[in-house]
């Protein structure tokens, strides 16, 4: 039985990014917020010298990730096939405490094309109405991108973006994103400094009539106070940002940008070690009146009531809290039917690497976000008739995770142990850069998440199941993409040039590719075929909300980092306007 405690006006479960956006709108207008975050608070020596450069203890044994003991995730490729559990996850990786996802995060930080908005409408209007296939679900959201305009300024103000702006208000910029859409200003911070492996990368891509720019990037290229008055420092190129605190502040982090805009105050509180279970459904009332979680430091049980609960954790933690609160109905393959589990996506990533004997790129420096782009190829940025899919990604040349504990790329044909393999390492590292594709992942209709009848977590609940494949269409994608990228690494003079290594089925969890998984608890105009509103909220339940990736119908070329925290910023006004008067929006 689990203890009874005092209610609370507005519970979100999550303590990540979305929640600090929501807390730090919410708090000041009086609002009470109570955040169940289920890992440790961050802070402290971890994000210091010397503790914060242990590559051991953050990138090979992954201590912001969620630990897999206690829960992990089954995969298969095909309904048809069995499920077996994800005993290491290193194939994408949930955050885990204070801040979540966005404290290991690089950097990269994207808008959404406005097509992304509208993909299904804006592919058939432009290529026919039958030109979409049957067994991609794609969606619109039944939002726009103008209606998110503003929130995305919003949080590139408050992350002190750096980058170059490609149109202000419909007026090309040179030297920015020609692709990019609409903007209203310059980005805060001006660009991170070049890496010689973009420069190499942006000659190349000149040569061949294409337009880089610089990446934007949620790492301040200088001392930087945002709108709230919280500052940031300056970016030093440590080489330390994915799988890492920041050591100089200057990374965007929820940490570090908004909780301690609230901490403190007596109508919020953090609680941590809150590992939620379950979400109590009145089902006759259609609402949720509280969470459930355990004390995972003590073992006990509480249920917290709630006037407003808000689900803001991870994509995957999202779903299945669904799944295992009976909210909705679980989504069908074979027919088709249900909301809950629907449209799970990943990203579709590929590249070419290249070697120069005589040049060094100092892989173990820089920043994650520290690269030139060509966005050409992106999204629906060209024309795809005739070429078998829809879709595309940004190609690039970034210097990432080049640590030699756990990155020595080597040429082509090198023997895999022994003298030769040694020798081999003293001569390459450092003399590699990847030109790299991030593609789309398009919804297919056998791909999708449900809980698994047969494996359980340390509290006994059953596994989150993601059913997951590379689509025919993403695999066309990314052969045609990847061939882009081989095109440019021919153009940079490279002493060796790889072979294209586009996506092939099946999928490998094995191998790190992204942490961008989306879908689940998509948001959408029709109850039928969504679990959200556009207001994200719940159709079956009134005063219940959801944000994050989770709602993304299916998802771009871009990083999602960007569209989370405006979907954020938006639901935390579209709260503070529901808590004056709840009702259905």
Not at 334 to 343: H, Q, S
Not at 414 to 431: L, S
Not at 463 to 468: A, E, G, N
């Amino acid at each position: 039985m689990a203890t009874m405690l005092p209610p609370k006006e507005v519970v979100i479960v999550g303590g990540g990014l979305s929640a600090g956006l929501i807390a730090r709108r919410l708090v000041p207008l009086g609002r009470e917020v109570l955040v169940l975050e289920r890992g440790p608070d961050r802070g402290g020596a971890e994000g210091e010298l010397p503790s914060q450069r242990d590559d051991l203890r953050w990138n090979i044994r992954r201590e912001l990730i969620q630990k897999e003991q206690i829960e992990t995730y089954t995969l298969r490729h095909s309904p048809g096939e069995e499920a077996l559990p994800m005993r290491q996850l290193t194939g994408f990786l949930p955050g885990f405490g204070v801040g979540g996802g966005a404290v290991h995060w690089n950097g990269q930080h994207w808008r959404f094309q406005p097509s992304d908005m509208n993909l299904l409408t804006h592919l058939r209007q432009r290529y026919g109405a039958n030109a979409v296939p049957e067994e991609l679900t794609l969606q619109d959201w039944g939002i726009s991108y103008d209606e998110l305009e503003p929130y995305y300024q919003q949080l590139e103000d408050l992350f002190g973006v750096s980058g170059k702006a490609g149109n202000i208000d419909g007026v090309p910029q040179q030297g920015g994103n020609p692709f990019e859409p609409r903007r209203t200003k310059e980005y805060p911070n001006p660009p991170l400094e070049p890496t010689e492996a973009g420069l190499i990368f942006a000659r190349a891509a000149e040569s061949l009539g294409y337009k880089p720019f610089p990446m934007p990037a949620a790492n301040a290229s200088r001392p930087y106070t945002n709108p709230d008055g919280v500052r940031l420092g300056q970016c030093q190129y440590c080489g330390h940002c994915e799988r890492f605190v920041c050591e100089a502040n200057a990374k965007a982090s929820p940490h570090i940008l908004f909780f301690p805009l609230v901490r403190g105050r007596p109508n919020f509180e953090l609680r941590t070690h809150a590992e939620v279970y379950e979400l109590v459904y009145d089902r006759p009332g259609r609402r949720v009146t509280g969470v459930r979680y355990v004390d995972a430091q003590t073992g006990i049980e509480y249920e917290q009531p709630a006037g407003t609960v808000v689900l803001a954790s991870y994509v995957l933690s999202n779903t299945r809290l669904m799944l295992l609160s009976r909210i909705g109905e679980p989504y069908d393959p074979r027919t088709g039917r249900g909301v809950v589990g629907k449209n799970y996506c990943y990203q579709t990533t590929s590249g070419v690497g290249v070697f120069f004997r005589d040049r060094d790129f100092s892989p173990y420096i820089g920043t994650g976000a520290r690269g030139m782009v060509i966005d050409e190829f992106n999204c629906d940025n060209f024309d795809h008739s005739g070429l078998g899919f829809f879709g595309g990604g940004y190609i690039s040349a970034t210097i990432t995770n080049g640590r030699p504990i756990g990155n020595r790329p080597l040429p082509p044909g090198t023997p895999r142990w022994g003298t030769a393999w040694k020798r081999a390492n003293a001569e390459w590292y450092g003399k590699f850069m990847n030109i790299g594709c991030h593609g789309t992942s398009y919804s297919h209709r056998n791909n999708y998440m449900d809980l698994d009848p047969d494996y359980r977590d340390a509290y006994g609940r059953p596994l989150l199941r993601i059913t997951f494949d590379f689509p025919e269409n993403d695999i066309r994608m990314s052969a045609w993409t990847t061939q882009k990228c081989h095109e440019i690494a021919r153009a940079t003079g490279a002493d060796i040039v790889g072979s294209p290594a586009p996506r092939t089925r099946p999928y490998d969890a094995r191998a790190y590719q992204s942490t961008h998984n989306t879908g689940g608890t998509i948001c959408g105009t029709d109850p039928a075929t969504s679990v959200v509103s556009p207001h994200l909220q719940c159709w079956d339940a009134e005063n219940l909300f959801i944000t994050g990736a989770s709602v993304f119908p299916q998802n771009s070329g871009y990083n999602p980092t960007g569209p989370v925290g405006a979907l954020a910023l938006r639901l935390a006004d579209t709260l503070a306007g529901y808590l004056e008067r709840p009702r259905r929006l």
